[in-house]
């Protein structure tokens, strides 16, 4: 099955910086890269997604990037403010239909 | 927009009683999956469901057992309830109907079960 490592674990960065988040994945199949947005104890909200025919995508002040020969993606965040400070997860799944394979997360905090 | 709907939000059982989780999906969304998430954990798929029939199967203890209905909401049912199924349960929804633009999956406000 799919398997997702997700780097770092925590990370702070100074309010106005930019903050980057790196996930692997294991199994070539997986075709949909969502990531997620996680406050305590909240329910997990969508903030980007990227499909595997699609190599980066930005958003505001959100992009994601793909590399599916080196099968990993990452997030990156520009710009940071507090609002941001929460848990990001990435995930892997061969279409969006499919069960969502979760990486271990990464909480971020901004720094004010 | 209409988001989907979970009960209860919140759960306090014994160990070995039974529970049972609510969830609503968003209109015209055909596909229900559940989560566990522990603390400080990621989400575990636990099961799915496409059109009232279970799609995919995860880790889902066989104490646990789950169905769609005609109006496409899920139930999760839980028995033999032990201390370390305390967790947040999540449920989300996504079409399958729309192609694979719609295919995103939106998470419930989850439910948080406590054993005690």
């Known amino acids: 099955g799919e398997n997702v490592e997700q780097h770092p674990s925590t990370l702070s960065v100074q309010e106005g910086d930019s903050a980057v988040i790196k996930c692997t994945y294991s199994d070539s199949a997986s075709n949909y890269f969502p990531w997620y947005k996680q406050e305590l104890g909240k329910r997990p909200q969508l903030i980007i997604d990227i499909r595997s025919n699609v190599g980066e995508k930005k958003d505001q002040r959100i992009a994601v990037t793909l590399n599916k020969t080196a099968k990993h993606f990452s997030l990156h965040i520009t710009e940071t403010q507090p609002e941001d400070s929460a848990v990001y997860f990435c995930a892997a799944t061969p279409f969006g239909n499919e069960k969502l394979t979760f990486g271990t997360g990464t909480r971020l905090t901004i720094i004010p | 927009a209409a988001g989907v709907i979970q009960s209860p939000r919140h759960l306090i059982k014994e160990k070995r009683e039974t529970a049972t989780l609510k969830c609503y999906p968003i209109p015209r969304h055909d596909t229900v999956y559940w989560y566990q998430q522990g603390p400080g954990q990621d989400p575990q798929f636990l099961i799915s469901f496409y059109e009232k029939m279970q799609s995919d199967k995860g880790s889902i203890p066989d104490r646990f057992s789950a169905q769609q209905f005609s109006d496409y909401h899920s139930e999760l049912n839980m028995s033999s309830l032990e201390l370390g199924d305390s967790a947040l349960y999540f449920c989300?929804?996504?079409?399958?109907?729309?192609?694979?633009?719609?295919?995103?999956?939106?998470f419930g406000p989850g439910t948080r079960l406590t054993v005690l």
């Open positions: 989300a929804s996504s079409s399958m109907s729309g192609g694979a633009l719609s295919d995103t999956q939106y």
